[in-house]
Structures are given as C-alpha cells and as structure tokens.
C-alpha cells in the first residue's frame, strides 16, 4: 500500500468507492466518470503502479483480475463489454495503480481511431 495512492486509498477505505466486488486479493468499484452507461474498476490490492510493472510473480493475480471482471460484467447486465487498461500518461493512465476498466451498456466503437 502506498500512503499517496488514490486507489490505495480506497482499499483501506479511506476513500469512498461504490464497491461491486471484494475479496482478499480484488477490488471492484464504479467509475466516478463513466464513459458508458455502465462503468466499472476493477484493482488488485496489492500496489502495482501500472501494466509495465506487472512481474512474473503478478501472473496469477492478474490472471484472476482479467476473469474477475469479466464475470461481474456478466453478472451486472454488460456480458458484452470492453477491458481497457490505460499504460502510461500518453495513453490515458491517470491513476498509478493497476486498474482494468469495464465498460459497456452502449455500442462500444472500434478501432479507436
Ligand atoms: P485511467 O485514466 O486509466 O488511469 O483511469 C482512472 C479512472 O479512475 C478514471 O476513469 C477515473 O474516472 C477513475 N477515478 C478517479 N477517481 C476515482 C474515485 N475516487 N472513484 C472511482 N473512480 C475514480
């Protein structure tokens, strides 16, 4: 855990987050700026700053991180949904602490552009 993390924050509930979904490795929480009618977080607790600091030993927390959010699409009416990690400043990442978005609810356009 980091003291200056936001999500961090939120882990140790010193922030508050609409919660989905928690167990003692995963948390799951809605955007607070949603880009689609349903928009959701879902973090390890453990503080990994971003995609490029996942280590060999991170494989199996984001390997459950990855089907996790899947599942709670599904299970919050969005079985057919975008998984989205932002990696790096350039690429939209504002928040340095590991986080998949899941996105869906509306057509979702691709490519990007
Ligand atoms: P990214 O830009 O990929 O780093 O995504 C960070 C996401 O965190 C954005 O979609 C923000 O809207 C979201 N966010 C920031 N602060 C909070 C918060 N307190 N609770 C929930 N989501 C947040």
Known sequence: M???C??????KGEVPARKIYE???????????????KHFLIIP?????????ITATDQ??????VGKGAQLAAENGIPDCRLV???GAAAGQTVFHL???VLGGRPL???LG
């Open 60 to 65: 199996e927390i984001i390997g459950a991180l």
């Open 2 to 4: 980091l003291d200056n």
């Open 6 to 11: 936001l999500f961090c924050k939120i882990i």
């Open 99 to 101: 986080h998949l978005h």
């Open 45 to 53: 607790k453990k503080h990994i700053s971003g995609p490029s600091s």
């Open 23 to 37: 167990d003692d490795q995963l948390l799951a929480f809605w955007d607070v700026a949603p880009q689609a009618p």
């Open 85 to 87: 990690m932002n990696n």
């Open 109 to 111: 356009p691709w490519p």
